[in-house]
């Protein structure tokens, strides 16, 4: 069955500390992925996406994201967190054929410390 | 230019009413998708037109129906609503059907009582 895992329900990081977030999908095909970020009581803002070529993509905001092809994985990273990251993110996989259709993870809401 | 707007952004309503939320998505997109968010989940897909018609539809039962308009807006209407239908409605916009990047408008936050 299609599905996008992010195991991580909270995380906590100090300001300036790296980040690096975790997103897992079971997918036949090749997907197509997204980063979303979500403020409170806002709507979704894409931060990167990758549909082919080089597997490191860069984003807004600082943000990159590597998809490992082996791991069914799409993890996002920033080197340095600013306390304006605090927010909740959401990793996303389009799924084709049939009726097409975007899959959300969870989320993880993201702390950061001053 | 203007994102994706959303009315109303917050509703109130009680058990088996009935109720439309409306989506104008950006200039230029053709492509309209619904999702709802349930406090403390990610978004789950509802529906996505295209061209003012169904191209994609999630696991929601029938009380949920969705149409596009010549202009590409769109509205998003459930009948019969309970409990657990409370939640934050969010409409997406896209050039296409495919899977081009979706820009979400801000929501409507809808509560049953």
């Known amino acids: 069955a299609q599905s996008v895992t992010q195991p991580d329900i909270h995380i906590t990081v100090s300001e300036g500390a790296s980040l690096e977030l975790r997103c897992n999908y079971s997918y036949g095909a090749t997907p197509y992925l997204f980063w979303y970020v979500q403020s409170p009581g806002q709507g979704l803002q894409l931060l990167l996406k990758?549909?082919?070529?080089?597997?490191l993509v860069q984003g807004i905001k600082g943000f990159e994201a590597e998809f490992k092809r082996s791991q069914s994985s799409f993890n996002l990273r920033k080197p340095s967190v600013h306390w304006s990251d605090a927010a909740e993110y959401f990793c996303?996989?389009?799924?084709?054929?049939?009726?097409?259709?975007?899959?959300f993870g969870a989320g993880t809401r993201l702390a950061v410390h001053p | 230019d203007a994102g994706v707007t959303q009315s109303p952004t917050h509703l109130i309503k009680t058990r088996g009413q009935q109720v439309t939320l409306r989506c104008s998505p950006i200039s230029g997109h053709k492509s309209v998708s619904w999702y709802q968010q349930v406090l403390g989940q990610g978004p789950q897909f509802i529906f996505q037109y295209y061209e003012k018609e169904e191209r994609g539809r999630g696991n929601f039962p029938d009380r949920f129906s969705a149409r596009q308009f010549p202009n590409y807006s769109s509205e998003l209407n459930v009948n019969a609503l309970l409990l657990g239908d409370s939640a934050l409605y969010l409409c997406?916009?896209?050039?296409?059907?495919?899977?081009?990047?979706?820009?979400f408008g801000d929501g409507t936050r809808l509560s049953i009582l």
């Open positions: 990758y549909f082919s070529g080089d597997t």
């Open positions: 997406a916009s896209s050039l296409g059907q495919g899977n081009q990047p979706q820009h």
């Open positions: 996303a996989v389009w799924f084709s054929g049939g009726y097409n259709k975007l899959i």
